[in-house]
């Protein structure tokens, strides 16, 4: 499994598992309402990105959900004032995220990996100024289904027969991710834009 996912997973292993409840409820909803509500959706993704960036830096401790939560928050207030041009900068991060992933799976490292995820993040980011509803919907549906499945990751932790087959899937295909993401941010993205046409609303 790739690097990112692991330490997310040692991140949650070392949460409580009532973490999973507020994390559901969080994802549901961005999933749902996440249009409604775009700009503080920008601000609580930049703090969820804070959250995992610190996470990784801190590394396995006792006291890593404090660090990783204070970064999350300080990353969220800093995306507040410029919104607008935070929502584009948060649809080329996960551009590139998704491009990095890809090419790391297909075995590119060094300048060649670094060098496309960095045109993917221009490329994104030049593409969400352009289409600023599209990606306000497709962010708010990717990191709504992440949350969901990350709390429902802590719920599973608890019963070690069915997360070692979930582990074991993830560590042998790399398929399972994506499509264990994939899914419900298709559905959230169908969902949300038949709401926004049919309320005949602009972002």
């Known amino acids: 499994m790739i690097t990112s996912v692991q330490d997310w997973l040692s991140l949650l292993r070392n949460s409580h598992s009532a973490t999973g409840f507020p994390l559901i409820v969080s994802g549901l909803a961005l999933m749902m309402f996440g249009w409604r509500l775009w700009k503080v959706s920008v601000v609580l993704a930049f703090g969820v ?6 996470g990784f830096l801190i590394g396995p401790r006792d ?18 004032w410029p919104v607008k041009y935070s929502i584009a900068v948060l649809g080329g991060v996960i551009g ?22 960095g045109a993917a993040f221009f490329a994104c980011t030049a593409m969400a100024v352009l289409n600023r509803r599209h990606v306000v919907i497709l962010v708010t549906s990717f990191l709504g289904a992440v949350l969901v499945l990350s709390g429902l990751t802590t719920w599973l932790m608890t019963m070690p027969m069915f997360f070692g087959t979930l582990r074991a899937m ?9 499509f264990l993401v994939l899914v419900p941010t ?9 709401e926004v046409r049919r309320l005949q609303v602009e972002l």
């Open 170 to 178: 993830a560590a042998w295909s790399v398929i399972v991710v994506p």
């Open 96 to 117: 590139a995220g998704v491009t990095h992933f890809y090419l790391d799976r297909l075995g590119l490292t060094g300048g060649m990996l670094w060098g496309g995820s």
């Open 186 to 194: 298709v559905m959230s993205c169908f969902y949300q834009m038949a």
């Open 49 to 54: 990105i804070g959250t995992m960036v610190g």
């Open 63 to 80: 006291d890593q959900w404090t660090y990783a939560i204070a970064c999350g928050v300080l990353l969220g207030l800093l995306s507040y």
